[in-house]
């Protein structure tokens, strides 16, 4: 049996995590860690209290016809992302990476290339974490540095990609 590296030992955890999920299109976890230390872990779900999606066998998105990635309003869920954030401190934080794992909620299957819808990469930015690593296609990783997406958010990639500025 082959170690895995630590971004895939990580992934793993956040695989698992998102079994947890009670979203119908997509299952999705993720952890933070910081210095070797796993200091929070988060799933896709209804907030607390709330009937899942999965618990009603409908989800008012798949029922419209959105498509991935629009009309947040609708669904019931707080992704895994937010749900990660909101327990943990900005302190352990600051500096940290967050893990991404999705899962096909019809097969199981690891889903490649996935990564953090706007609002939850401005609460990633917010929360001081400094990069975010998702599955790649076969073994590899994806790595998002986060100080990147602040930039690109400032409009500084449009000031460093004109000549004459």
């Not at 967050?98 to 953090?116: F, I, K, M, Q």
Request: a neutral charge; proline letters at 4%.
């Amino acid at each position: 049996m082959k170690r895995p590296d630590k971004d895939h030992y990580y992934l793993d955890i956040a695989s698992v995590v998102a079994k947890r999920s009670t979203c119908l299109r997509r299952h999705f976890g993720a952890i933070i860690v910081k210095d070797d230390q796993i200091i929070s872990t988060g799933y896709v779900g209804a907030p607390r209290g709330s009937v899942n999606c999965i618990d009603l066998h409908d989800c008012p998105r798949e029922k419209a016809g959105i498509p991935s990635g629009e009309r947040y309003e609708l669904c019931r869920s707080v992704h895994a992302e937010m749900n990660a954030i909101i327990h943990a401190s900005r302190q352990e934080m600051i500096g940290a990476t967050l893990y991404l794992a999705c899962l096909n909620p019809d097969t199981g299957e690891r889903v490649s290339g996935v990564r953090p819808c706007k609002l939850c990469t401005r609460m990633i930015i917010n929360a001081g974490i400094e990069l975010v690593v998702t599955d790649g296609a076969g073994e590899e990783v994806i790595r998002y540095l986060v100080a990147k997406w602040v930039k690109q958010d400032r409009g500084e990639w449009l000031a460093d990609n004109i000549s004459g500025y």
